[in-house]
């Protein structure tokens, strides 16, 4: 990335910012850094001048006026970094909810092989990175830019022979630099990735803390983090190795530099071409540059930093695997709401390990409009494949999903997945109250009646009834408060919620007692007409399928019909034995 790509996507997201705050607060950036520049000349009137004949009035004066330069100086300066930290922060925010919106715009396909470290990583730490890029960075290569440039103008004005003195280390600087860079770009993007895999194992090391303490799991974290953060140090320490080369021979060339003017200048007082105030103001500005100067390798450090940060974003907003949409979709008002799959076929990949396995192979039955579909079979079968595909969570590799003779890709799939309730088999709860679960995702609010109706038909009201906070109970992270079989019934509420034209349910029977299961199939019978595809290893009691289909391997292996769901379920139970769940 060059600097021009990098500075036009950065002012893509502060140009946000009314421009006014951000030319207030380069302005004062810059007359920060410009103001202390008289200070040495006002020393060499001072020397020059003001003692040489004895003039009190303008030795007074000149104290008054280095006091007016340190006094906007420290103002300028603080104003101009306190709105440089709001822009920063503002602009953090803004690039931080820009790229958490894209990813979840992503298709699950692209999620699902990136390790979520690095997706975390690219978020939080390469954002904070560009922000303290903006918070400090930029200030002080304003300052060192401000410096040099005006030191330099004033120094071929006061004496033109010692100023190609003071630059002649400058190519040589540059040349460090160049090098520098070669080996600083690598190791930055090296950084960021370790960054990924430590975030990805803390958050795998905590949402498998039931497991890991089982199982004495917490060995083999400590063991894996310990070997990360090994590899982040070691990258850290190689940084700042390259780092302390640059800075001593930056010092040592400075050195070189406050040699030569003291041995020039004190040459041309003594041949009588400049004044004493002359070298010693000259003297001043040197040692004035050498602060912003010593701070360039790390100026430099933070710029490779921040440009591996908006490298790996800018792959983030590259990434356009999203879900194929037609131009004009139909409206749902339009179509039937029979569902066919027609010889689908679908395989996972992994871009990681660059390999794919087959999930779904020439898959082909239908499930007309209020029908109840069973789809079983043993783990690993593609039942829950099958089921994403009805909300669009995946699209067939081969072959096509169509409701009433429309493909899925010809409609608009927030308002298809508005008409779909999905029930997978790991629920997710968010942190909150039962309440704001259930109404989780709602594009309005819905009438009171149907939400009562929801709880009542997922038997929720028992599982409130339980709570002294009712509907306010707060279920946790991830409903660590609740059982499996609570967030179950929270979660099929909040589906029912939406009035879906198709419920996808997925081991809904694992999960609760065959009484509670009969209760809530029979009150979604009576109360919804619904098309439900039910996913599982046996046909739940009261579900009573239309249809029941056994699947193998990515394939529907044979049909058993059934309109007496009681003898359904028998029969499937005799055909197929104890699977278990």
């Known amino acids: 990335m060059t600097w021009l790509e990098f ?34 000349y006002l020393l060499k009137l001072f020397v020059d001048i003001a003692i040489p004949r004895r003039d009190l009035n303008l030795l007074w004066s000149l104290g008054v006026a280095a006091v007016v330069v340190y006094a906007v100086a420290s103002l300028t300066r603080h104003y101009g970094r306190m709105e440089v930290a709001r822009l920063a922060e503002d602009f953090r925010r803004r690039l931080t909810c820009q790229a958490f919106s894209h990813l979840q715009g992503l298709s699950l396909s692209y999620h699902r092989s990136r390790g979520i470290g690095d997706l975390s990583a690219r978020i939080l730490y390469d954002t904070y990175s560009l922000k303290s890029f903006i918070a400090s960075t930029l200030p002080a290569a304003v300052e060192l830019a401000v410096t040099i440039g005006g030191t330099a103008i004033i120094l071929v004005i006061l004496a033109p022979s010692l100023t190609l003195l003071a630059f002649a280390a400058l190519p040589a600087a540059l040349i460090i630099a160049y090098l520098f860079r070669d080996k600083i770009r690598p190791l930055s993007r090296e950084l960021s990735e370790h960054h990924g895999k430590v975030y990805a194992t803390v958050h795998e090391a905590l949402t498998s803390i039931e497991e890991s303490k089982v199982y004495g799991g917490a060995a083999e974290f400590d063991q894996r983090l310990a070997e990360q953060s090994r590899r982040l140090a070691d990258t850290e320490v190689e940084i700042a190795r390259h780092r302390n080369k640059l800075l001593p021979l930056l010092n040592f060339g400075i050195s070189l530099v406050l040699v030569g003017v003291l041995v020039g200048g004190g040459y041309m007082i003594i041949a009588g071409t400049v004044s004493v105030g002359t070298v010693v103001a000259y003297y001043f500005y040197i040692s004035k540059s050498l602060g912003p100067i010593r701070s360039a390798s790390t100026l430099m450090l933070s710029w490779h930093r921040a440009v591996t940060a908006m490298e790996r974003l800018q792959e983030l907003f590259d990434s356009e695997e999203r879900l194929e949409q037609t131009g004009n979709p139909r409206e749902l008002s339009e179509i039937q709401w029979d569902i066919a799959f027609e010889n689908v076929s679908f395989r996972y990949s992994d871009s990681q390990t660059n390999r794919s396995f087959v999930a779904l192979e020439n898959l082909t039955f239908n499930i007309s409009h209020g029908q109840r579909i069973a789809l079983l079979g043993p783990s690993g079968a593609g039942k829950s494949t099958t089921g994403k595909m009805v909300p669009r969570l995946f699209d067939p590799d081969h072959g096509q999903i169509t409701v009433g003779g429309v493909s899925l890709k010809d409609l608009a799939l927030d308002e298809w997945r508005q008409r779909v309730g999905y029930v997978g088999q790991n629920v997710f709860l968010f942190s909150g109250s039962i309440e704001q679960n259930i109404r989780f995702g709602l594009k309005t609010t819905s009438a009171e009646d149907a939400f009562k109706l929801a709880i009542r038909a997922a038997r929720v009201d028992e599982v409130i009834a339980q709570k002294p906070d009712g509907l306010a109970t707060q279920v946790g992270e991830r409903g660590t408060c609740l059982s499996g079989g609570q967030k179950k019934r929270i979660a099929l509420a909040r589906a029912l919620l939406r009035s879906p034209a198709v419920l996808v349910i997925d081991q809904l029977a694992a999960d609760l007692q065959e009484d509670l299961c009969r209760e809530i199939f029979e009150m979604i019978r009576r109360e919804y007409h619904v098309s439900i595809l039910y996913l599982g290893h046996r046909v739940p009691a009261g579900f009573n399928p239309d249809a029941v289909y056994w699947m193998e391997e990515g394939r529907i292996k044979r049909q058993l019909q059934s309109h007496e769901g009681s003898s359904a379920r028998c029969e499937v139970d005799s055909s197929i034995g104890e699977t278990g769940s």
Do not use: N, Q
């Open 7 to 40: 500075f036009s996507r950065l002012l893509s997201v502060v140009s946000r910012t009314p421009r006014w705050k951000t030319f207030a607060a380069g302005g004062a950036l810059v007359l920060a850094a410009a103001t202390p520049l008289f200070t040495p």
